[in-house]
């Protein structure tokens, strides 16, 4: 029941039509009983700084950012975790004592999945990551923080790879290197790799045909991610498993970032089996 004493949690950003988050923590505070309320909060224009003003007087504990104010939302923060500050954005925000201190789970909700679901073994394990945005920033500035190997990173725009390799390497530790996504460049580094990570949106719904590289390239054992979600099981993903390789869909890291920003605002280990179910029902039904 929402009364006077209900906490509340926000989604900032713009479109939020799309969002599974409110689904998924909304379910999450209802498992554990708590008088909790997840609301969805379009911000359209950078003029949002008396809504953070209003949010610290309200009974607001935190909230999540996303797309397009990962960055810019840091300016208006009282402090950020290490991890976010070297990541360079933030995707979760908690408010204690009327100050906002910022978190990015994005990384980390990677590499629970991929523990956790894949029992990779991260300072053993090479990394060929597809894509260069925001994803992959936070994905593999935790990936070095954890001790990857090595970290290969290809983007159809080489000087963005390179400048994300070299800001990972001078921020963490040397263990990335750029490369061209090229088919004919990646077959030869292919034999290293380990673990392929798709960050970029080919595949998601509704282009669920295309693939961010050829099938070619899919060597049989090694694990391949991709992190959309919808659908479940991309073109990648399929193409994947039909040649031999272990495949870890994108689901485990969306359920489980949200699940470290719950305990971030709570206190509390997320019902992840929970979260993840009413997700997965949800997408079924999708489709």
């Known amino acids: 029941m929402i009364d006077v004493n209900t906490r509340l949690v926000g989604l900032l950003g713009y479109p939020l039509g799309h969002s599974l988050s409110p689904l998924m923590q909304n379910k999450a505070f209802q498992v554990h009983g708590l008088n909790c309320l997840y609301l969805p909060i379009e911000v359209k224009n950078r003029d949002y700084c008396d809504l953070l003003l209003g949010m610290k007087k309200m009974n607001f504990i935190g909230f999540n950012v996303t797309i397009p104010w990962k960055v810019d939302i840091m300016q208006y923060l009282d402090d950020i975790h290490p991890l976010a500050k070297k990541i360079g954005s933030v995707n979760t925000v908690k408010i204690e004592n009327s100050r906002m201190i910022g978190f990015n789970t994005d990384g980390e909700g990677f590499v629970s999945s991929l523990t956790n679901e894949a029992n990779c073994k991260i300072s053993e394990s090479q990394f060929l990551i597809i894509g260069a945005g925001g994803a992959c920033r936070a994905i593999a500035m ?29 921020r963490i530790r040397f263990c990335c290197a750029p490369v061209e996504l090229n088919t004919d460049v990646l077959i030869q580094y292919i034999s290293q790799i380990n673990v392929v990570v798709n960050t970029t949106n080919v595949g998601l719904f509704p282009n669920v045909e295309e693939s961010p590289i050829e099938r070619l390239l899919l060597r049989k054992g090694i694990l391949v991610s991709d992190i959309v979600y919808n659908p479940v099981k991309t073109r990648l993903l399929r193409e994947a498993e039909e040649n031999g390789c272990c495949i870890l869909p994108g689901i485990g890291m969306f359920v489980n970032q949200g699940a470290e920003a719950y305990k971030i605002w709570t206190g509390i280990d997320a019902p992840v089996k929970e979260m993840r179910k009413i997700v997965e029902q949800y997408l079924m039904n999708k489709q």
Not at 149 to 158: D, E, L, S, V, W
């Open 142 to 170: 935790t990936l070095a923080d954890k001790n990857a190997k090595k970290i290969m990173i290809a983007n159809r725009t080489f000087h963005k790879a390179k400048d994300l390799c070299d800001e990972i390497n001078g």
